[in-house]
C-alpha cells in the first residue's frame, strides 16, 4: 500500500527572543526542532511569569473598537467578552491547512495526510510515499523520512529557491564557551539578522539580488551533480518572487536511489496510480 502525504524556514537563531537568548537554541534546528524550541518557549514564560497573562482556548470571535469616551477594544471570544486598550494580531494565518483539491484523491486506499496534520501514529518504514509541494515544509520532512521510505516520489510544480542554512551542530565544548561569554551569541543573532536584512532589502530593490542569484545557480552545479536534476531544480524565477527557503539536507536527499523528483504537478489519482501534469503516471 503505497503513503500519500499532503504537502504544503527561518534560522534558529532569529526564532528566540533577543532579551533571552539561551545556548540550547544554538545547532541544528529541523524537522524536530520543538525539542529543543518548545522547552525553550516553557522557560521564558515561567520565568517571566506568563503564564497567568495567557488566555488559552479563549478563540477570538470578533474585535471591534469603541469610539465612544472608553476608546477599547471589544473583543468577543468562545469563553466571553473581553476590553483591552490595545490589541496586536498574531493570529498566523499559514497555521490554516489549504489541501489541494486533486481529482480522484477519494479513490485514493493509502493513508493519506497534510504535513500540518501529522499522523504520528503512522510508520513510514519501507513503504512508498508521495509528496505533493517543495514549499517550506516539505523541505524540512524529506531528507527525514527518505532515510526510512522505501521508496519516496516528490511532486515538485514550481522549483523553489533553496540556500544553505546557517545552523551548526555545536559540540559541549563550544556550547561550554558561548555560555561562559554570551557576547559570541549576540553576535551571531546580529550577523544573521544583518543577513536576512539584506535579503529584505533586495526584494524591495531587486538588483541587489542579481549577484546573488548568479552565486546561487553556481552553488548548485557543485550541490547536484546530475544535470537534469540540477535543471529541474533550478528555479525559473529571481529570488525573492517567491519565500527563500534555507536547507543543508534537501538536496542530497533529492539525489539518493530510492528518491524520484518529479518536476510537474500532481494533478489527479485513480487508486494508486498518481498521474502529474505531463501525463506521467
Known sequence: MATLILAVVVMCHRRYILFRLHQAMLGVIYLLSNRKFWPYLEQVTKQFNLYDKINFKHELISAKWNKTQQQQWILETSQGKLLAKTEVFSTGPITELSVPQIKGSDTFDGAMFHSARWKHDYDLTGKQVAVTGTGASAIQFIPQIQLDVKELIVFQRTAPWVLPKADLALNDTTKSIIAKYPVIQQLWHNSVAQILNGINCGLRHPQILKPINLLSKQLLKLQIQ???????????FSIGCK???????????????NVQLVPQGLIEIQGNQLIAANGEQ
Request: glycine share 0%; aromatic share 12%.
Open 226 to 236: 546530475d544535470q537534469i536534476l540540477r535543471k529541474n531544480v533550478t528555479p525559473n
Open 243 to 257: 519565500r527563500l527557503l534555507f536547507s543543508n539536507n534537501y538536496y542530497p536527499a533529492l539525489q539518493q536511489e
